[in-house]
């Protein structure tokens, strides 16, 4: 299939640290890792049997762009990207074909201690939130204001934490208390503030493209390397995997909302009755129709085109 990723990078010799349901982890150095989008997907935790073509390039090309834009805007951040693409050493002593299909999915990051939660904020209430919030009027023991409508925008962005669960389990909501737990009450304090502020700041950014965030995943690690060792910001930024992008001109109130994200192969999975089954094969306009909603995804997030990688 046209722009899907074949090969592995441990055929030609690096060494792989992990493999999660989406990236391939290669340990470069001691203190450096090779981050690498693969064309897989995953929804409801389970990742499906087919690639989504260009998917892996588009998550990493909108990573890149969040790392530098939020350093730009919080200069006190810290995050895990070194660069995007491949060091010159490896691009130099891969096969052209390998190193073509694979440097535009690449970024290197420093090497940190991943924190075992997740860091969710919220600044409309729709998915689980909106459920919850039907039922009881709170949202893992947050209450929420009565009369909210669906997809409503709140009026203070709320920060609703999870575990982060082992590949093929649930994540689950914690209280900010269970986080405290986990990592220690001055790292579970940062994270709360800092990811507070970072979506305030993607949010403003992402209104003037016409974009609403409405809510999103961080994660954060570590970097023992620093003294005294320092928050780091991780993983994916800000992506149509990690959060969900509406359209501000078709966001109407009292309903779903169309969304620039995955939503749409979750919607096929769940009309098509698949939802959480293993081994479903996508079929290639669904397939086909979801890289589009990446693609557009990165255009209305950056203002520019993509072009094919
Ligand atoms: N800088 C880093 N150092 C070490 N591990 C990292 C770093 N950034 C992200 N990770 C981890 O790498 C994995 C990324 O691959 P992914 O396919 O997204 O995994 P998952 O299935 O857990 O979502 C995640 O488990 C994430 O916690
Ligand atoms: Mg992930």
């Known amino acids: 299939m046209e722009g899907v990723m074949r090969t592995t990078l441990a055929e030609e010799g690096l060494r792989l640290l992990s493999t999660g349901k989406v990236r391939e982890i290669y340990e470069l150095d001691s203190s450096r890792l090779l981050f690498v989008a693969t064309d897989r997907v995953s929804a409801f935790d389970v990742v499906l049997d087919s690639p989504i073509p260009q998917k892996g390039s588009i998550l990493t090309q909108i990573s890149d762009f969040w790392f530098k834009l939020l350093s730009k805007e919080i200069p006190s951040l810290k995050t895990h990207l070194i660069h995007a693409g491949l060091p010159d050493a490896l691009e130099q002593t891969l096969k052209p074909e390998v190193a073509i299909q694979v440097q535009h999915r690449s970024m290197v990051v420093k090497k940190v201690n991943v924190l075992p939660i997740e860091s969710i904020v919220r600044g409309y209430i729709t998915g689980s939130a909106w459920t919850s919030y039907q039922n009881d009027g709170t949202f893992v023991g947050i209450s929420l204001p009565s009369g909210l409508k669906e997809s409503q925008k709140l009026e203070q962005p709320i920060w609703t934490p999870s575990t982060k669960a082992e590949q093929g389990q649930h994540d689950e909501n914690i209280s900010a208390q269970e986080v405290a737990r986990i990592v220690g009450e001055d790292l579970a304090r940062q994270i709360e503030r800092l990811s507070l502020l970072i979506y305030e700041k993607a949010s403003a950014y ?104």
């Open 206 to 309: 992402a209104a003037k493209r016409g974009v609403i965030i409405a809510d999103t995943k961080f994660e954060f690690g570590v970097d023992e390397s620093t003294d005294p060792p320092s928050l780091t910001l991780i993983d994916e930024v800000l992506t149509p995997d990690s959060s969900r992008f509406w359209s501000a001109t078709k966001y109407e109130i009292g309903r779903s909302q169309v969304s620039v994200d995955k939503q749409y192969l979750r919607d096929w999975l769940v009309e098509t009755s698949q939802k959480g089954k293993r081994g479903v094969a996508i079929p290639k306009q669904v397939a086909k129709d979801t890289s589009n909603r990446y693609n557009e995804a990165y255009q209305m997030l950056t203002g520019d085109p993509w072009d094919a990688k």
